[in-house]
């Protein structure tokens, strides 16, 4: 079973970047899709982006496309989301999540079975 840590959020200024990491151990990354999901206070968790086992299909959230970039390395056995022109509604604990399949076309949280323990990532305007 695959364990995941996230790691890179913070306080950015709106405009900002920052850049998610996503540490698998446990087991390759090369098995599973992957995503980044996220939750903004008082609401449900949502899509962000996903990615598949090989990382040649990604899919994104419309309010994140052009701005969000996610890739994976397989070697280093990580997940990344490369953030940029941060704007303060991007405010959300982020997550990172796997499952075990080549890819992942659905959007809901139920399609992934593996999650890491989240990362802030707060925007200021």
């Known amino acids: 079973q695959v364990q995941l840590v996230e790691s890179g959020g913070g306080l950015v200024q709106a405009g900002g970047s920052l850049r998610l990491s996503c540490a698998a151990s446990?087991?390759?990354?090369?098995?599973?899709?992957m995503g980044w999901f996220r939750q903004p206070p008082g609401k449900e968790r949502e899509f962000v982006a996903s990615i598949s086992w090989g990382g040649t299909t990604t899919r994104y959230a419309d309010s994140v496309r052009d701005r969000f970039i996610i890739s994976k390395d397989n070697a280093k056995n990580a997940l990344y989301l490369q953030m940029n022109s941060l704007k303060p509604e991007d405010t959300a604990v982020y997550y990172c999540?796997?499952?075990?399949?080549?890819?992942?076309?659905?959007?809901?949280?139920?399609?992934?079975?593996?999650w890491g323990q989240g990362t802030q990532v707060t925007v200021s305007s």
């Open positions: 446990g087991r390759t990354v090369s098995s599973y899709a």
């Open positions: 999540a796997a499952d075990p399949r080549p890819v992942v076309t659905g959007t809901s949280p139920r399609e992934f079975n593996h």
